[in-house]
Structure formats: structure tokens, C-alpha cells
């Protein structure tokens, strides 16, 4: 099984810029996260979905967007790149639902993003 | 906001040597995850304790959550340079009612031969 894919694993963004970072799983899992890890401050949740259709903010949203038209592919969406979004960025999921917190997340490898 | 806090923020020991690190909250959890993150890679879950006072095993490493499920400690025996890597506690609020984890900052392990 691939699990949780993430594409690109690297890319170097200039200001301004957009982009998209992908994320499919092949878990068929209803619940998918994405969460931006910068050193020393663990993971932060940009936005998540509990279902095709469903998304909401997370702790640090400002400056990004997602969509949720499929249960596999979860794709973040960076409109104007800027430096303080230079970070790695994880997408995770987990089969959801009931007993969600007992379940695990499942994450990707991640994505580096440096924008300069 | 549940915060998380974990520490200490960075250890370094000898392989051999026994440890312990921790993972508190002034909240109550419902359940608690670990994860453990090696470089260039994705967290692995290692464990989920879900009743006030639990411990699990995993190998050498024991997980413990508090009585009043407001925290958690792992505790390694005779760590291993294997069990270097970055450790995170993640928990799930009191009511599980909003999907999402909240993760503390880490524990950075580097355990030298």
C-alpha cells in the first residue's frame, strides 16, 4: 500500500508565487489533515476535512486554502507565497468517524517548501 | 486552546541509559497519542492510551497516562541509538467531538553509541 503520498518533496517558491501541494491516500479514509512543522514547534494544523466536500480552519490558516472533492485527494493550495510559509508541510489521515481520537494518523514524508 | 507541553525539549545520553520525558496539560484528554518522527520523514504513531492511569509497553519504551488524563510520560530503559529521533504527544480533547489532535512542540532524543 502507498498510504499517504505527498508531491513535490521539494520546491523552491519566489515570492508571490502560488502553488499547490498535493496529498492522495489509498486508505480510503474519511478524515485528512494538513500541518505545517517548523523547528522546534512541533506540528501546526492549517486546515482539515472530515469528508469529500467538508473542510475547516485549523490553527494557522491565514494564507492557504484547500478543497475536498474527492475522498482520496486532498490538495493545499498557496495563493501568494511568502517568506514566513518557508516550512515542511505534512498531510495525515485516519480512518475518522467514531473512536477517531483511538485510530492513528497516518502521515506522508512531507513536502519543503523555502520561499525566498 | 488545550496546550501540550512536553519536555525536556532536547536530551542527549549514552546508549545504556534509562530516560524519561513527559507530556502535561492543565486540560483533560481523552486519549493520548506518541509519535515518534525520524529525519526526512512523517511521525510513525507508537501508541494511544485512552484510560486515566493506563500503561502500555511497547519493547523497552512505557507509556503511562496520568490518573486525571491531563498527562502522559514515556519512559525508555536502555535506550538504543535507534531511539533517536524527535517524540511527540498528541491528545484529543475531553468531548472528541472537533477531529483534530493537539500536538505539543516535541522532545528532540539523540542517543549516542
Known amino acids: 500500500n502507498a498510504g499517504v503520498t505527498q508531491t513535490p518533496k521539494f520546491r523552491i517558491l519566489k515570492i508571490g508565487q502560488s502553488m499547490t501541494l498535493q496529498c492522495a491516500q489509498d486508505?480510503?479514509?474519511?478524515?485528512m489533515y494538513w500541518y505545517r512543522q517548523d523547528p522546534g514547534m512541533g506540528l501546526k494544523l492549517i486546515y482539515y476535512s472530515v469528508g469529500a466536500g467538508i473542510t475547516d480552519k485549523g490553527e494557522v490558516p491565514n494564507g492557504y486554502n484547500v478543497s475536498r472533492s474527492t475522498t482520496e485527494d486532498f490538495p493545499l493550495r498557496l495563493e501568494l507565497a511568502a517568506p514566513s510559509q518557508t516550512s515542511v508541510y505534512f498531510c495525515?489521515?485516519?480512518?475518522?468517524?467514531?473512536?477517531?481520537?483511538?485510530?492513528?494518523?497516518?502521515f506522508g514524508d512531507g513536502t519543503r517548501l523555502s520561499i525566498l | 486552546t488545550q496546550l501540550l507541553e512536553q519536555s525536556p525539549q532536547f536530551l542527549s545520553i549514552q546508549e545504556g541509559e534509562n530516560l524519561t520525558v513527559y507530556c502535561n496539560s492543565s486540560s483533560v484528554f481523552s486519549s493520548l497519542q506518541w509519535y515518534r518522527q525520524e529525519p526526512g520523514e512523517g511521525p510513525v504513531l507508537l501508541v494511544t492510551v485512552v484510560t486515566g492511569g493506563e500503561v502500555k509497553k511497547l519493547k523497552r519504551l512505557t507509556f503511562q497516562f496520568g490518573d486525571a488524563r491531563k498527562d502522559s510520560s514515556l519512559h525508555i530503559t536502555a535506550a538504543q541509538p535507534g531511539d533517536t529521533g524527535l517524540y511527540l504527544c498528541?491528545?484529543?480533547?475531553?468531548?472528541?467531538?472537533?477531529?483534530?489532535?493537539?500536538f505539543g512542540k516535541g522532545i528532540t532524543l539523540s542517543v549516542r553509541p
Open positions: 495525515a489521515s485516519t480512518p475518522g468517524k467514531a473512536n477517531w481520537g483511538n485510530q492513528p494518523q497516518h
Open positions: 486508505m480510503n479514509h474519511n478524515y
Open positions: 498528541a491528545g484529543v480533547g475531553s468531548t472528541g467531538a472537533n477531529s483534530k489532535l493537539t
